[in-house]
């Protein structure tokens, strides 16, 4: 069965520092663009990051650009997210995707003094 | 960045009717290999975004075919031919084409 697997999220404060985890399962993780997509609560949709097969090609929204990195570990079968200088704005639930196509259930984060 | 406008944002249907969400772009989602990368998801009350339609028309394995996809350019419809009660949730369209990648605002279908 295809999973992904979000971990890592909580409260933090402003200013602090998370690091999302995504767990893959059940396919070959090394041949996908994955993806971090998050959702405000009670809003909608915002793609942040996307990152290539190899993680030669990563591309991020502005909001988060030189605050957030992407990357992976293919040997692993895991996706990170690398959240730095979090901002209130940034409380969401972060979702990791494959390509789009496949969602995990995404991992709560709260940035709140 | 590419504006991604739905319409309507809030849905009323009855059962067993048709129901048509607009999605247009603020430039052309034709990317350079020919493809168009217009994506559909069903978000239901308290689960995960599911991608329903890629690529504009193309149905994913397992939903059902009173969904369906079209448009070209800028211009792209979902359309669910007969409304069941299981489909109750926010649809948001997602262009791929261009970095980033946005989506819509949402349109809530509810039952009436």
């Known amino acids: 069965e295809v999973q992904l697997v979000e971990s890592g999220g909580g409260l933090v404060q402003p200013g602090g520092s998370l690091r999302l985890s995504c767990a893959a399962s059940g396919f070959t993780f090394s041949s996908y663009w994955m993806s971090w997509v998050r959702q405000a609560p009670g809003k909608g949709l915002e793609w942040v990051a996307n990152?290539?097969?190899?993680?030669?090609?990563?591309y991020y929204v502005d909001s988060v650009k030189g605050r957030f990195t992407i990357s992976r570990d293919n040997a692993k079968n895991s996706l990170f997210l690398q959240m730095n200088s979090l901002r209130v704005e940034d409380t969401a639930v972060y979702y990791c995707?494959?390509?789009?196509?496949?969602w995990g259930q995404g991992t709560l984060v709260t940035v709140s003094s | 960045d590419v504006v991604m406008t739905q319409s309507p944002l809030s849905l009323p249907v009855t059962l067993g009717q048709p129901a048509s969400i607009s999605c247009r772009s603020s430039?052309?989602?034709?990317?350079?290999?020919?493809?168009?990368?217009l994506i559909w998801f069903q978000q239901r009350p308290g689960q995960s975004p599911r991608r329903l339609i890629y690529?504009?028309?193309n149905r994913d394995s397992g939903v059902p075919d009173r969904f369906s996809g079209s448009g070209s350019g800028t211009d792209f419809t979902l359309k669910i031919s007969r409304v069941e009660a299981e489909d109750v949730g926010v649809y948001y369209c997602?262009?791929?084409?261009?970095?980033?990648?946005?989506f819509g605002q949402g349109t809530k279908l509810e039952i009436k």
């Open positions: 430039q052309s989602l034709v990317y350079s290999d020919g493809n168009t990368y």
């Open positions: 997602m262009q791929g084409t261009h970095w980033p990648h946005t």
């Open positions: 690529n504009v028309s």
């Open positions: 995707a494959r390509e789009v196509g496949i």
């Open positions: 990152i290539k097969q190899d993680g030669s090609e990563k």
